[in-house]
């Protein structure tokens, strides 16, 4: 399969002309075999330089694309951050023209956050489907140990093959699928804040991610290590369409809202909530996306919010301090322009059934417990070592994480206890 990206780039009915950086993804058994057609296919040209880490390197199956240099790094403790960046760009050929990603996440977000640094292009290689964010913009990276978005560039070309990708740890790929299914979420996430501030909101971006999801759904069940390529394709097809949502938006709302954020908490490990970040990325999604789904499903079920509703109060400073500890600053930073501010009780009230409505399109958390259970993937906060106690927490801070509007940070207006 090959997604034509250029395809959805454009004038769009939401009024906006969609750019995307990406020119062609290439889903198929066996494509990094023919890496050097589609390179020069894609206008590249000259010195090249491949990012594994050791893991990925002698992935099942890989092959590996030939590269003026090899940058191999070591998988132990290696997160995106200043510290696996400092290591490529100290190794890097200073006449390198374009960089190779190969391999998962954290092997991408340092990638392009290089690429970005040094003005070149970048190919990526994904060996398992294990995110959403392979043709993203930014960096997912926890800077000094705060979790930020940091500039990064979309790859211009992406080579999934699935021949790689089907026989990784099948971990990643529920991983991937937990990513997707976050998307039930955000995209709730992003039509309430529409319909609360008119925040811009595109339905073509919106329809794309929902497909992103169908496609995942329907193949999830037959997503089994070593199993059948086509269900491997449809789900890389799934993340890649979802990051082609993110390029036309210009970022990451159509794909992140409240279980990112609980997810992104987590990350950061806030020393007073005596947190463990061992889980996946999509595997923490997946179990905020149940989450957050509760909480929603609750609030939704109140059917006159107006005796609930309150005021919009600034964040207590010496709250985050006391949370947040030695990252209090950024994230006081980050909600220097709240949001919540935007938000005002009389279009709480007004906009409620809309909300509801809104709500009633995310799978209850009973169905999306049923659907994990069938392919095995992780459902509570046991399963990704996250004490349950934390829960009231997770629900309350996961907010200031980022400054998005989300149901999640309105909850601040409220009153009812969900
Ligand atoms: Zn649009
Ligand atoms: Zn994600």
Redesign the pocket.
């Known amino acids: 399969m090959i997604l034509e990206s250029q395809l959805y780039a454009g004038p ?3 009024g ?1 002309d ?1 750019e995307i950086f990406t020119k062609k993804e290439v889903i198929e058994s066996g494509c990094l075999k023919h890496f050097d057609d589609y390179a020069e296919a894609s206008g590249l040209s000259g010195r090249r330089a491949a990012v594994y880490d050791c893991n990925t390197y002698h992935a099942k199956g890989l092959v590996r694309p030939d590269a003026d240099q090899e940058i191999i790094l070591n998988p132990v403790n290696l997160h995106a951050n200043e510290t696996a960046v400092g290591k490529i760009l100290e190794q890097l050929h200073p006449d390198t023209r374009y960089l190779i990603a190969v391999g998962s996440g954290t092997i991408h977000d340092c990638t392009r956050y290089c690429a970005n640094k040094l003005g070149i292009p970048f190919v990526s290689c994904p060996t398992a489907a294990s995110v959403d964010g392979f043709c993203s913009t930014v960096s997912a990276m926890t800077w000094k140990g705060y979790k930020n978005t940091m500039p990064g560039v979309a790859p211009v070309l992406v080579l999934a093959d699935t021949e790689v990708i089907r026989q990784a740890p099948i971990a990643l790929a529920l991983s991937g699928v937990g990513d997707v299914f976050g998307k039930f979420i955000s995209l709730a996430d992003w039509k309430i804040s529409h319909v609360l501030t008119g925040e811009y909101f ?1 339905p ?2 919106e329809e794309m991610t929902r497909k992103a999801i169908v496609a995942v759904k329907d193949c999830c069940g037959q997503i089994k290590e070593n199993g059948d390529p086509e269900a491997f394709e449809h789900l890389i097809y799934g993340l890649l369409l979802s990051g082609l949502a993110m390029q036309m938006c210009g970022n990451s709302r159509p794909a992140s809202g409240a279980e990112h954020h609980i997810s992104h908490l987590i990350d950061v490990e806030p020393a007073s909530l005596n947190l463990h970040n061992r889980a996946l990325h999509g595997e923490k999604v997946g179990v905020g996306t149940i989450l957050v789904s509760s909480v929603y499903h609750k609030l939704a079920a109140v059917s006159d919010i107006a005796p609930y509703v309150k005021e919009f109060s600034p964040l207590d400073p010496g709250e985050i301090k006391r949370i947040f500890g030695n990252i209090s600053d950024s994230i006081m930073t980050e909600n220097q322009k709240d949001c919540l501010k935007d938000v005002t009780c009389s279009a709480v009230i007004r906009s409620w059934d809309k909300i509801r409505e809104i709500v009633r399109e995310i799978p209850s958390p009973h169905e999306l417990i049923n659907l994990y259970t069938g392919i095995k993937a992780k459902k509570t906060l046991q399963d990704i070592e996250v004490d349950e106690k934390l829960l009231p927490d997770l629900l309350r801070y996961s907010a200031c994480i980022r400054n998005r509007l989300t149901l999640m940070r309105v909850r601040r207006m409220l009153t009812v206890e969900y």
């Open positions: 769009c009915s939401c906006k969609h595109c073509v971006i």
